[in-house]
C-alpha cells in the first residue's frame, strides 16, 4: 500500500536544527500552502491550544532505529520506538499540541512547536478538551528527566 500525503503547511522560526532542547523559546508560524485557501484557518482563534501533525523531512532513512535508549542516556532503559517521541521513526511523523498566539491571514503563529524551520505540515487540529485523556497519565520516571529542559 503507498500513502501520498501533501503538506498543507510549512513551519517558520529561527530553529535550523533539530536540537532537543530549549523548545520554549522558539516562537514558531504556520504558513498555509498556496493550494489550501485561508478559509480553512476561519475560526481556529476560538480555540488556544492546536495539534500539528508534520513530517520529519530532514532525517536521513539511516538514522531510524526501532529501540534504544531515548537520547543514548545509559541511565534511561532499552525502550522501542513507539515508546519514545524521538524523530528517528519509521514513518517520521511528528505530533504536536501548541498554543495558538496569534492567527493572521493565512498564518498561524504558536509556542512550544518542536518542529524546525521549513518542515511540511501535515495537519492542523484543534485541541478539544474532550478528546484530551481521562484519569490520570502515567509515564515513567526517566521521561521527567528527558524533558526538564525540553520546553
Known amino acids: 500500500m503507498e500513502i501520498k500525503l501533501t503538506p498543507i503547511a510549512t513551519v517558520r522560526n529561527s530553529r535550523k536544527e533539530p536540537i532537543d532542547d530549549n523548545w520554549s523559546a522558539i516562537i514558531s508560524e504556520i504558513e498555509l500552502a498556496p493550494h489550501i485557501p485561508g478559509e480553512a484557518l476561519n475560526h481556529i482563534e476560538d480555540f488556544s491550544h492546536l495539534e500539528i501533525i508534520y513530517y520529519f523531512d530532514q532525517v536521513p532513512a539511516v538514522d531510524i532505529v526501532l529501540a534504544g535508549r531515548p537520547r543514548g542516556n545509559p541511565a534511561y532503559p532499552q525502550t522501542g520506538i513507539f515508546a519514545q517521541r524521538k524523530k528517528d521513526r519509521p514513518n517520521t511523523l511528528g505530533l504536536s499540541t501548541v498554543e495558538l498566539i496569534q492567527h493572521q491571514g493565512r498564518i498561524l503563529t504558536v509556542r512550544n512547536l518542536d518542529a524546525i524551520d521549513g518542515t511540511p505540515v501535515l ?7 474532550e ?17 526538564k529542559d525540553y520546553f
Open 123 to 129: 495537519d492542523i487540529k484543534p485541541v478539544f478538551r
Open 131 to 147: 478528546f484530551q485523556p481521562r484519569g490520570p497519565i502515567r509515564q515513567p520516571a526517566w521521561v521527567k528527566d528527558l524533558m
